[in-house]
């Protein structure tokens, strides 16, 4: 009966082996499939942080975007207000050049009726530049008669003996 104990102790003994070698080969694939899930998680950890140093920068980008456009948008209105403003000022100084062409062409029309009037006086002028040449011809005239009257007072022997000259 020793031997049938002994017979079932190394079947046991066998059975016991090959569970401590299953144990050992199971504890193995445990322990890299628990290593290599922890690599993964490191990667995946990296990642997320990763992902997370991203985000934030890409909010900050996303907030100094924000902020150039409020500045862009100012920059526009207040581009508008002076564009209005000059528009204005555009506008005032047409009205004011309108107002002085008109007031331009009033003093034009005016001019030409003073031309008009100038002309009929410088018309008026040539007759009387005539009419005093005319006298000065009669005043010479007289002038020259008047000589020769002088002339007989101022040597009377003149008169008395006309055929002495």
């Known amino acids: 009966m020793t031997e049938t104990k002994k017979g079932s ?6 059975l016991i082996l090959i569970a401590i070698i299953i144990s050992i080969f199971a504890g193995t694939g445990m322990g890299m499939f628990m290593y290599n899930m922890g690599n993964d998680m490191t990667n995946m950890t990296k990642s997320v942080v990763q ?22 948008a100012k920059s526009m209105v207040d581009g508008q207000q002076k564009m209005g403003n000059d528009f204005a000022q555009v506008a005032g100084d047409m009205r004011i050049m309108t107002n002085s062409m008109a007031g331009m062409s009033k003093d034009m ?4 009726r003073h031309i ?8 008026e002028m040539n ?10 011809a ?3 005239h007289s002038m020259g ?11 009377p022997e003149n008169i008395m003996m006309p055929f002495m000259r």
């Open 138 to 140: 009669t005043m010479n």
């Open 116 to 123: 008009g009037t100038m002309n009929v006086n410088m018309a």
């Open 145 to 155: 008669a008047m000589r020769y009257d002088i002339n007989k007072f101022t040597k």
């Open 9 to 14: 102790n190394t079947g046991k003994n066998i």
């Open 127 to 136: 007759q009387s530049m005539g009419r005093m040449s005319q006298d000065m």
């Open 51 to 72: 992902m997370t140093k991203d985000v934030h920068s890409m909010a900050s980008d996303m907030n100094g975007m924000a902020g150039n456009m409020h500045q862009m």
């Open 109 to 112: 029309s005016g001019l030409g």
